[in-house]
């Protein structure tokens, strides 16, 4: 890994620091994306637009996005306008504010399968507990989802293996391969009367490996199997939700699910996440009691109004759409001429890069490293996310920077056998 | 039910609109209150110190503080602008900030056991992720909890029989009765090397029941057992944390639990939730993958580094428990006056109040109904929360309130059987 032992010496000042005093430093999703230590910065002091600067003074082009809330750009005047006005008058109190009638009346319009909404904090808050609705709505235990895919890190999510996870958490979990509805069908007939729910993403976006878009008739197939035996379908749109289509990832993709949970994108990093539903589930969602110390907080809330205001008004799911595809034909273009084979998997607003010659993801390491340090952040690992800050002056600088990236990759692994 | 049609009239059209797009309307621990329309404000407007206005216009002493999250008082300067400071810089994004080392680096100075820490949103976050860290590190399956303790809404906390709830999420929980480290040491025995954790409030406050603290050698007892047995000792701090003791309701109550878990009063109303633990278990804790969303967000740790800051500059637990006895005394001097037995249970930081001869809240609704109508907000079936905004004046003119409510109960109900 080639280092340049200045460029993150703070970060791994504080790094060493948190050590000390927090387990692994940094945790979760936010653990530092390449091993190795000053290949990466650590953390952050500004923000604004689409680009972020670390502590180390460093200006990054971000195409993670914080990991998908940021949809608008960092420090959105409009948005940060809504949210402190309406925390100037009440935010957390006793009761919730006008304002989250608005926000679900909003929701339940702008999305045609919503008849009622309900928020959380973490998107995880709206999975976990999609699960209980369509268990207590179904009066059965089971749940399908695809394998490798992700809903939280709560222990049924995690999945059988994972530190802290016991068997009976996931012994009423059932599992098909993403894009198998055939597969889902036979799980239907084998534990016919006993499935509750069937979780899925509106397409498959794993780490450490391309992304799949869902083959031809899955959701229509799923959506009539769940039909036949009464499963409460739900979609974890977490991810891509508000980026394919302001109306729900599933319009995009053509199908109804009966529930669908929201969040990164909702409120633009204001802490929220939403559920909505069919009426049908609407007394099922009423009777089991779910709630949180923030939930009713009415900053994200107004915050969350003005995002979707400002992206519907500025046409920012095709602004980033097109930003997408130009980045994509870029590197494309950036690496053929290096003589590097590349795949850029998922929808262009939630692109992801892979190299097609290694398993391993050390030229994507090093691709990313080198990124860095000419000012693009872009993930080894872990599928990107455009904004609809990003200006195509961004896009053309990036590619750039990718050219540069790629040569360096070039020069360590050599050329693709293509 | 003494009922006042105009007063809440906002109230009640809003939570008309929010039935059709939201289930229930208000759902978890806001659901209103009092059963029956036009009893109680069930939307905010504004807030500010210690009091509230509905969105009718009414003004309240706030006795709940939304639940416990303010203990500051709403809208603290101090707070409001540490908080706007770090977000204007970054919040969300790729990396957190240094505010999170400084944070947990306060934390672990201030709270004697503490080792170490992690930042998560909800108390439950922490709650559910202190199992998985208690079964990872001692490879075993079992928690033992009280009957009756609220640990958030996960479907292990809710336990048997709540909707949502299957068998295969609570066969691992052992339940004892609040305060029986007897039965504690005996379910250890009968489950020797099977249980993981035992997780705890540091005192009972249940809803619906007086408050009941631990009585006389519990927590030793409990501690002992745990060492003998290698049970990890979980504190569930998330309602009283930061208003018994700024270094953890385990030091008031003088043990150690080996993790604690705060939410609430940690940064006066800013999402955040934290767990501490000891060395012991901080690989353990590193081992379980635990994330979210905004759980890096950065504003939130700047408003609780400021929030714990100023509650210790200002001796905001003194004063409020030097209020809450105040108070306490007051109700206790003026139910005498009317001839009415009543109890005020728990620390007078986190006091509840209920009437001695009736078990069916209905004397406890009508109290709070009448001291709402004067202005005074206290919950007739959830522990009330006191806090650092609360001055002298307010608690009496809170007990001037009582005194009026006092009376209409009487009127109704009859005096107490003394």
Chains 1, 2 share one sequence.
């Not at 799980?187 to 490996?209: C, D, M, R, V």
């Not at 997408?324 to 929808?347: C, D, F, R």
Request: glycine share 8%; aromatic share 10%; net charge negative.
């Amino acid at each position: 890994m080639t280092q340049d032992t200045d460029r993150y010496k703070n970060s791994i000042k504080l790094f060493k620091r948190a050590t000390k005093v927090i387990p692994q430093g940094i945790y979760g999703h936010l653990t530092p994306v390449i091993t190795g230590p000053l290949a990466s910065p650590y953390y952050v002091e500004k923000t604004k637009g689409c680009r972020y600067w670390d502590v180390d003074g460093n200006e990054f082009i971000d195409y993670m996005c914080s990991y998908g809330p940021m949809v608008l750009g960092y420090n959105h005047p409009e948005v940060d306008k809504a949210a402190d006005d309406q925390r100037k008058k009440a935010s957390v109190c006793n009761h919730p504010g006008e304002v989250m009638i608005e926000l679900a009346e909003h929701l339940n319009k702008l999305i045609p399968m919503a008849d009622w909404t309900v928020f959380g904090k973490n998107g995880a808050d709206m999975t976990n507990h999609s699960l209980m609705i369509a268990r207590h709505h179904t009066k059965r235990k089971k749940i399908i989802m695809s394998k490798g895919s992700y809903h939280g890190t709560a222990a049924w999510a995690s999945g059988a293996g994972h530190a802290g996870v016991i068997d009976n958490d996931v012994e009423n979990m059932l599992y098909i391969s993403w894009g198998d509805s055939e597969g889902f069908k036979e799980l239907a007939q084998k534990h016919k009367g006993e499935i509750a729910g069937a979780i899925f993403t509106p397409y498959h976006h794993p780490t450490w490996a391309n992304q799949e878009m869902p083959p031809e008739g899955f959701w229509k197939e799923i959506r009539k199997t769940c039909d036949e035996e009464g499963i409460v379908l739900i979609l974890d749109d977490v991810r891509a939700g508000f980026r394919l289509d302001l109306k729900g990832s599933h319009e995009f993709f053509g199908f109804e699910p009966d529930i669908s949970c929201y969040c990164k994108a909702i409120a633009n990093g204001y802490p929220l996440s939403a559920m909505v539903g069919k009426e049908e589930i609407k007394i099922s969602a009423s009777s089991v009691f779910y709630t949180g110390s923030y939930w009713f907080s009415a900053e994200p809330m107004a915050a969350s109004l003005a995002t979707l205001k400002i992206l519907k008004r500025d046409n920012g799911i095709e602004k980033m759409r097109k930003m997408g595809e130009l980045l994509k034909s870029g590197l494309e273009e950036m690496a053929q001429a290096n003589e590097l084979e590349i795949e850029v998997t998922g929808p262009p607003q939630i692109p992801f890069m892979t190299f097609k010659d290694r398993g391993d993801f050390r030229n994507s390491q090093l691709f990313a490293v080198e990124s860095m340090k000419r000012g693009v952040f872009f993930h080894p690992h872990h599928n990107w996310f455009l904004s609809a800050a990003h200006e195509k002056k961004d896009i053309e600088k990036s590619i750039n920077v990718a050219d540069e990236a790629f040569k360096e990759v070039r020069k360590v692994f050599g050329a693709s056998d293509i």
